[in-house]
């Protein structure tokens, strides 16, 4: 299987040399030269598989630059009971993400009913767990193969940079330098990440915003020389491997909420960087009987209103509105590029011309071009959800069917319920655990949200960090400091 850049304008690349790289040159997005289409008796077999060899099953269809067997023990290996044990009482572990009946709906197909995917199960409690420990294992193996390292830069606002850390803390060849913003994060977050001890670990705490961060890291990418002499990488949300992990769980899902596979469901996704939903894309064009995918959105709607209106007007950071399901205060969407692509018959030529607009005008229009009607072929559906409907939704989800949810997943679950139907179920992806939001919990329930056995001390464990000014010389300082060239 190769790879091929959305703007058309890179060279084609197996799956191992796209693994610890970025953007293509071009500046456009990776994709697999098409879709592995699954028939009727791969889903029947696929149906009783555990997890970690569903995975395989799917994956070796996307990845033929590593030994199968290889492969199957690296699948193996990261999906385990054991890391993804962190499950509400009465789940099942060993289903990796346990789909969790809110509304058990009509008849033994569900209809009508409506249900939680739960994906986050994790060291982190956040769906991101899901594609990063695969990634954690795949880097490690691919490194090795080939004597290299690598240093991962980023920047997180909260559960990236945690799940990025759980996935490589003791990896071999490499090592993780994490900027956060200084005071901004829940005592939870800060907590998960500061508190881990492994010498392959480095959180920098920088005096200034998430924006200021994000600004860091992209200077030192952009500074080529820098980046080669100390080998600079990424694992942010644009990462194939990450987009390709998580086709799995909706395959998973599907048979978790399912009798038979000539069942449709609808699958509604808390949306922000578009990485999850178009992981549910891909298995939808693969052949999977999703009959809608239900993207939802917070406050921060452009998202919402590209699949309303056929406008897609990325906001800038100074109207990208600060909500309490912060994991989707996104206001211009990384993976957004790879639906695109596939929307206009994967025409790179048109893909290039839409970004250009883009550049120039702020925005894009698919009125009045053979694109808007083609959009109604791909299933998707949308909405929004406020402040108040995250509050709403939690109080009514706990009062209804006795179940906590994080405010990503109230958001999903508020727009899921206004697509509900009594034709097909409803799975709605859980990203996140309360537990990480707790203000919100509180300000909704009046009470503590539950915490999973293993996190009951985690604010008092000892924490260890960098404080640093907004000076990007400072943080490639601390990096030539602390890696061996
Ligand atoms: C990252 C994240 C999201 C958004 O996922 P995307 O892939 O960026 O669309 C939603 N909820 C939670 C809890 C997250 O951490």
Same mark, same amino acid.
């Given at each position: 299987?190769?790879?091929?850049?959305?703007? &058309?304008?890179?060279?084609?690349?197996?799956?191992?040399?796209?693994?610890?790289?970025?953007?293509?040159?071009?500046?456009?997005?990776?994709?697999?030269?098409?879709?592995?289409?699954?028939?009727?008796?791969?889903?029947?077999?696929?149906?009783?598989?555990? #997890?970690?060899?569903?995975?395989?099953?799917?994956?070796?269809?996307?990845?033929?630059?590593?030994?199968?067997?290889?492969?199957?023990?690296?699948?193996?290996?990261? #999906?385990? *009971?054991?890391?993804?044990?962190?499950?509400?009482?009465?789940? %099942?572990?060993?289903?990796?993400?346990?789909?969790?009946?809110?509304?058990?709906?009509?008849?033994?197909?569900?209809?009508? &009913?409506?249900?939680?995917?739960?994906?986050?199960?994790?060291?982190?409690?956040?769906?991101?767990?899901?594609?990063?420990?695969?990634?954690?294992?795949?880097?490690?193996?691919?490194?090795?193969?080939?004597?290299?390292?690598?240093?991962?830069?980023?920047?997180?606002?909260? %559960?990236?940079?945690?799940?990025?850390?759980?996935?490589?803390?003791?990896?071999?060849?490499?090592?993780?330098?994490?900027?956060?913003?200084?005071?901004?994060?829940?005592?939870?977050?800060? *907590?998960?990440?500061?508190?881990?001890?492994?010498?392959?670990?480095?959180?920098?705490? /920088?005096? &200034?915003?998430?924006?200021?961060?994000?600004?860091?890291?992209?200077?030192?990418?952009?500074?080529?020389?820098?980046?080669?002499?100390?080998?600079?990488?990424?694992?942010?949300?644009?990462?194939?491997?990450?987009?390709?992990?998580?086709?799995?769980?909706?395959?998973?899902?599907?048979?978790?909420?399912?009798?038979?596979?000539?069942?449709?469901?609808?699958?509604?996704?808390?949306?922000?960087?578009?990485?999850?939903?178009?992981?549910?894309?891909?298995?939808?064009?693969?052949?999977?009987?999703?009959?809608?995918?239900?993207?939802?959105?917070?406050?921060?709607?452009?998202?919402?209103?590209?699949?309303?209106?056929?406008?897609?007007?990325?906001?800038?950071?100074?109207?990208?509105?600060?909500?309490?399901?912060?994991?989707?205060?996104?206001?211009? *969407?990384?993976?957004?590029?790879?639906?695109?692509?596939?929307?206009?018959?994967?025409?790179?030529?048109?893909?290039?011309?839409?970004?250009?607009?883009?550049?120039?005008?702020?925005?894009?229009?698919?009125?009045?071009?053979?694109?808007?009607?083609?959009?109604?072929?791909?299933?998707?559906?949308?909405?929004?959800?406020?402040?108040? %409907?995250?509050?709403?939704?939690?109080?009514?989800?706990?009062?209804?069917?006795?179940?906590?949810?994080?405010?990503?997943?109230?958001?999903?679950?508020?727009?899921?319920?206004?697509?509900?139907?009594?034709?097909?179920?409803?799975? /709605?992806?859980?990203?996140?655990?309360?537990?990480?939001?707790?203000?919100?919990?509180?300000? *909704?329930?009046?009470?503590?949200?539950?915490?999973?056995?293993?996190?009951?001390?985690?604010?008092?464990?000892?924490?260890?960090?960098?404080?640093?000014?907004?000076?990007?010389?400072?943080?490639?300082?601390?990096?030539?400091?602390? /890696?061996?060239?």
């Amino acid at each position: 299987m190769r790879y091929l850049s959305t703007r &058309g304008q890179a060279p084609d690349l197996p799956f191992c040399d796209i693994l610890l790289g970025g953007l293509a040159p071009d500046g456009g997005l990776y994709l697999p030269e098409s879709y592995p289409q699954v028939s009727t008796d791969d889903l029947a077999r696929w149906r009783s598989l555990p #997890y970690a060899d569903l995975a395989f099953e799917i994956l070796s269809h996307f990845i033929d630059d590593i030994p199968a067997e290889d492969l199957r023990a690296i699948c193996r290996k990261t #999906y385990t *009971a054991e890391v993804y044990g962190n499950t509400r009482a009465g789940s %099942d572990a060993t289903a990796i993400t346990p789909v969790t009946w809110l509304d058990a709906g009509e008849g033994s197909d569900h209809k009508g &009913g409506l249900a939680l995917l739960e994906l986050s199960n994790g060291p982190t409690l956040a769906f991101k767990d899901m594609a990063m420990q695969l990634l954690g294992n795949l880097f490690e193996y691919v490194l090795e193969q080939r004597g290299e390292q690598t240093n991962i830069l980023g920047a997180t606002s909260g %559960d990236t940079g945690s799940a990025a850390e759980y996935a490589m803390r003791g990896k071999h060849n490499v090592r993780v330098f994490m900027l956060s913003p200084h005071g901004r994060m829940s005592a939870f977050q800060r *907590a998960q990440m500061y508190s881990l001890q492994d010498e392959n670990i480095f959180n920098i705490a /920088v005096k &200034g915003m998430f924006d200021d961060a994000q600004d860091i890291v992209k200077a030192v990418s952009n500074d080529h020389a820098f980046k080669a002499k100390y080998k600079i990488g990424a694992v942010n949300s644009i990462n194939w491997g990450r987009v390709a992990a998580q086709i799995v769980y909706y395959f998973a899902g599907y048979f978790g909420a399912t009798a038979s596979n000539d069942q449709q469901v609808d699958m509604a996704v808390p949306s922000g960087n578009f990485g999850n939903i178009c992981a549910g894309h891909i298995a939808r064009m693969m052949g999977l009987p999703i009959r809608r995918l239900i993207c939802a959105t917070n406050e921060n709607d452009v998202l919402d209103e590209f699949f309303r209106t056929g406008v897609y007007r990325p906001r800038s950071s100074a109207e990208t509105h600060v909500t309490s399901s912060p994991s989707m205060d996104i206001s211009k *969407a990384s993976n957004f590029e790879r639906f695109v692509f596939d929307l206009v018959g994967r025409d790179p030529a048109v893909v290039r011309d839409l970004w250009r607009t883009l550049e120039s005008e702020g925005s894009f229009d698919l009125n009045q071009t053979p694109y808007r009607d083609a959009l109604a072929g791909f299933g998707f559906v949308s909405g929004s959800s406020s402040h108040a %409907d995250r509050l709403a939704t939690i109080r009514a989800t706990r009062a209804a069917y006795g179940v906590v949810v994080d405010t990503h997943t109230a958001d999903g679950l508020k727009v899921a319920e206004a697509y509900r139907d009594e034709a097909v179920p409803v799975l /709605v992806l859980e990203t996140a655990q309360a537990v990480k939001f707790e203000e919100t919990i509180r300000e *909704a329930l009046g009470e503590e949200p539950p915490r999973p056995d293993g996190f009951a001390h985690l604010e008092s464990l000892p924490q260890r960090c960098e404080v640093m000014p907004v000076d990007v010389n400072a943080v490639k300082a601390f990096i030539q400091a602390h /890696v061996a060239v």
